[in-house]
């Protein structure tokens, strides 16, 4: 079965850390540009981070330049978001996505979410 799977989600208190995991079966995640989304309630999707096939590229919002940090296993077939000095406005619902590359907008392959709630 193809899917993506998001995990690594929970209940963190402001200034505290996470690592999102996006694991992959049924293909390679190695030949696709691997994108973080969030959506939180009432807001539209942003675009969190990015990273290219080859890890030669990534690209992070404005938002989340220098907290959050995005890397591959490829050995695990995993692509993790490692989320530092997390605030309450991080609070969202994680998605990962697969796409040819960074800048597609049409992608591959979604996994269904992890929640990530920021609060004291």
């Known amino acids: 079965q193809v899917q993506l799977v998001e995990s690594g989600g929970g209940l963190v208190q402001p200034g505290g850390s996470l690592r999102l995991s996006c694991a992959a079966s049924?293909?390679?995640?190695?030949?696709?540009?691997i994108n973080w989304f969030r959506q939180a309630p009432g807001k539209e999707r942003e675009g969190v981070s990015c990273i290219s096939d080859g890890d030669t590229y990534t690209y992070y919002a404005d938002s989340v330049k220098g907290r959050f940090t995005i890397s591959r296993d490829n050995a695990k077939n995993t692509v993790y978001l490692q989320m530092t000095s997390l605030k309450p406005e991080d609070t969202a619902v994680y998605y990962c996505?697969?796409?040819?590359?960074?800048?597609?907008?049409?992608?591959?392959?979604w996994g269904q979410g992890t929640q990530v709630t920021v609060s004291s």
């Open positions: 996505a697969a796409a040819p590359v960074c800048s597609d907008r049409e992608y591959d392959y």
């Open positions: 049924g293909f390679t995640l190695d030949h696709y540009a």
